[in-house]
Each structure stands twice: as structure tokens, then as C-alpha cells.
């Protein structure tokens, strides 16, 4: 391991506890920390590519939302420190979980989106509609409620997100619900 690598250990321990940071900071890149703290901003992405999972069960119709940073809704239970299994139905009774690789963009560099891919279901539940959201700064792409078939596209196009609007890109589901979103781009100099 570099002097470099345990830097960046030690900086996410100090910022986001020693378990989950250790997770953050895996070998492939960094993963956020999933949490409203400031380590989510701290971890920048090393490679201009951001996965978000999410699965939830009933939740009352309540957001269940995270974006590329890992800053959470409330109505988030759990965060992944792997890629979460969206092969499995989602189950009524199972708790909000969500995985985040992701992180804040670099110094000096824009994110210039050209692809999202994204697939899930929306079905819903007896406590409330199921949901299905993905937005980029000032383009919602995605805004799907109660829908049973399975979802799955892909856009192209271009939206840059500068240091600062990280939080602008989201994914949000509701009940019995669950969103596997990839997106992917090049790191262009901030203008």
C-alpha cells in the first residue's frame, strides 16, 4: 500500500468513522460514505463514473433518495459498502438500502454527463405508490409512479455539473420500489 493510499485512509477515517470509510475507500475508487456528513464531499471520484442503487420496501410513500455525494434521505435505513442484488424482487418488508460510487468532483473540472442508464420498477404497495426518479442538474430524466412493468433505458446527451451541484444529481424511489442508475462521462476543465 502507497503513503499516498494510507493518506487517504486516514483522512476518510477521520471523516467518516473507521468502518465505513475503510469501505469507502476501496482499492477500485472511492465509494461515498452514504451519509449527510462532510466526508461525502471530501472523497473526490477518480474516474468521471458514478453508480447509484437503491431498494426500499414500504416506507409510506416517503422519498427514499440519495445522490452522487451519498448524501441521503432521512428515509434511507441502510448504506452498501458493496453493489446491491437488483436481480431479487423487492420485498415489502425489506429496509431502505442504498449504494453510492460516487464522490465530489475534482478541483478545477466540470463533469460533463453524456450517458445514464437506468433500470428498476416502481410497482408500489398497500402503504403507497411506488416511484421511480433520476435528475441531473436542471433535466429531470426519469419520473416514473406505479409502474409494474420493469423500467429500464438509457439517455445520451450532455449536462456538465461543476463543484457544488453534486447534490443535483439524484435518484429517488418509493414503496416496494428500486433504481440501479449508471452514469457516465469525461472530466472537463471548469470554465
Keep these: 500500500m502507497t503513503l499516498d493510499r494510507l493518506g487517504t485512509l486516514a483522512r476518510c477515517a477521520m471523516l467518516a468513522g473507521c468502518s465505513l470509510a475503510l469501505a469507502a475507500c476501496s482499492s477500485a475508487g472511492p465509494s461515498s460514505p452514504c451519509a449527510n456528513t462532510p466526508a461525502a464531499v471530501e472523497i473526490p471520484l477518480r474516474s468521471p463514473n ?20 451519498g448524501q441521503k434521505s432521512i428515509y434511507v435505513d441502510q448504506c452498501s459498502a458493496v453493489p446491491l442484488d437488483m436481480k431479487l424482487p423487492v420485498s415489502t418488508r425489506e429496509k431502505s438500502t442504498v449504494y453510492v460510487h460516487g464522490g465530489s468532483i ?21 402503504n403507497g ?10 433535466k429531470r430524466l ?9 423500467i429500464k433505458n438509457e439517455w445520451r446527451g450532455r449536462v456538465l455539473v461543476h463543484p457544488g451541484e453534486e447534490s443535483q444529481v439524484r435518484v429517488q424511489i418509493a414503496n416496494s420500489s428500486k433504481a440501479d442508475v449508471r452514469i457516465d462521462g469525461r472530466f472537463v476543465d471548469a470554465r
Design 106 to 126: 475534482p478541483p478545477g473540472k466540470a463533469f460533463e454527463i453524456t450517458h445514464v442508464a437506468f433500470a428498476g420498477s416502481a410497482e408500489g404497495d398497500s
Design 50 to 69: 458514478v453508480v447509484i442503487q437503491l431498494r426500499s420496501g414500504s416506507v409510506g410513500g416517503n422519498p427514499v433518495a440519495v445522490d452522487m455525494l
Design 142 to 150: 426519469v419520473s416514473l409512479r406505479d409502474e409494474a412493468a420493469p
Design 129 to 138: 405508490h411506488g416511484e421511480f426518479i433520476v435528475e441531473l442538474p436542471g
